[in-house]
């Protein structure tokens, strides 16, 4: 059995470019941890080849999604790398340059079009498909894997499902808009606040918003819910901390903490190595310790968290 997702079609045809290495610059960007929004209808995807050279691949894909997101205005919502390339960019490639694909969202084809239009001005070409094409391609992608093989072949939609049998998969059956209506909603919706007895150990998850990537109230819903699935219970509260605004890097940026109860210090250190695991700082404190440092998150330098990209 194989898990398949819209990743395996983009090794289909692209549309050839190549982002060239800017070694020489100071300010280097470093890859960014993946953002997170809703599903959006459009997708944009930026292709790109990387080139040896003195820089390493994570500079250089930094470099690109930061190209992108100021040209979009949004940031990427994925980026993949495809190994073996497509076919229709292998002859462009040496031996160890690499292929990369670079995913932005839209809610509407002509905010897609008006930024392919960006693209299109300094000679940059990229695809751009909806959620019927992509549904779709999926289909007779997998159609294709059945009647060549015996592969009873699986869907993991990102909702939260799981892996299931793609036939059985709502975004393949009647109603699939409908599906993806709900989908939105449930993203949308902030969870309830939970209520459990006040434990005695605190852990802080301070995280900040920005505001290209969509409504606050989403993003927040989304980390709660991919917090949750890390510490492995739901936290007791969040608060937006309106006192460190000045602390962002943009006035439009928002910062968050999230907080979650333990009855023991190993419980809580041990949450602490998954959210370590995934790169997000959080602060642990006892009950002595709390007043203090829950009026004092770290917003400056890399306690600075952005959202999760689930």
């Known amino acids: 059995m ?10 289909g045809a692209w549309l050839r470019g190549r982002d060239r290495c800017q070694h020489a610059r100071p300010d280097r960007a470093a890859v960014p ?26 500079e250089l894909l930094g470099d690109a999604i930061r190209q992108y997101t100021e040209m ?10 495809i190994s073996p390339a497509p076919e229709a960019y292998q002859w462009q490639m ?43 391609n999926l289909r007779r992608h ?26 059985e998969h709502p975004f393949f059956q009647e109603g699939w808009r409908d599906y993806l209506q709900q989908v939105r909603r449930d993203r949308a919706a902030l969870p309830e606040k939970f209520s459990y007895p006040e434990k005695p150990i605190t852990m802080h998850v301070p ?30 509260d969040w608060k937006h901390m309106e006192a460190h605004q000045s602390k962002l890097k943009s006035p439009d940026d928002k910062l968050y903490v999230v907080w979650f109860g333990f009855d023991t210090m190993d419980g809580a250190l041990a949450t602490k190595a998954k959210f370590d695991a995934v790169g997000r700082s959080v602060l642990i404190d006892t009950e002595e310790d709390e007043p203090g440092l829950r009026q ?7 306690e600075e968290q952005r959202a999760p990209n689930l």
């Open 142 to 167: 997998f159609e294709q894997i059945e009647k060549e093989s015996n592969e009873r072949v699986t869907y993991d939609g990102g909702d939260g499902r799981g892996e299931m049998y793609w036939r």
């Open 2 to 11: 194989t898990k398949y997702s819209l990743s395996n079609l983009k090794k």
């Open 207 to 236: 995280v900040t918003f920005t505001k290209r990537l969509g409504r606050t109230e989403e993003q927040l819903a989304d980390a709660i819910r991919y917090f949750t699935e890390l510490a492995g219970i739901v936290p007791f």
């Open 72 to 81: 979009t205005g949004i940031a990427p919502f994925d980026w993949e790398h």
């Open 94 to 136: 040496m031996r160890d340059d690499k292929f990369y694909v670079v995913s932005h969202g839209f809610n509407t084809m002509e905010e897609a079009m008006a930024a392919k239009a960006k693209f299109v001005a300094i000679n940059r070409h990229v695809n751009i498909w909806t959620e019927g094409e992509e549904r779709e």
């Open 33 to 58: 941890e993946k953002f997170s929004y809703p599903r959006k209808p459009v997708t944009m995807g930026v292709p790109v080849i990387f080139r040896k050279c003195c820089c390493t691949t994570a």
């Open 296 to 302: 004092s998150p770290q917003t400056d330098g890399e």
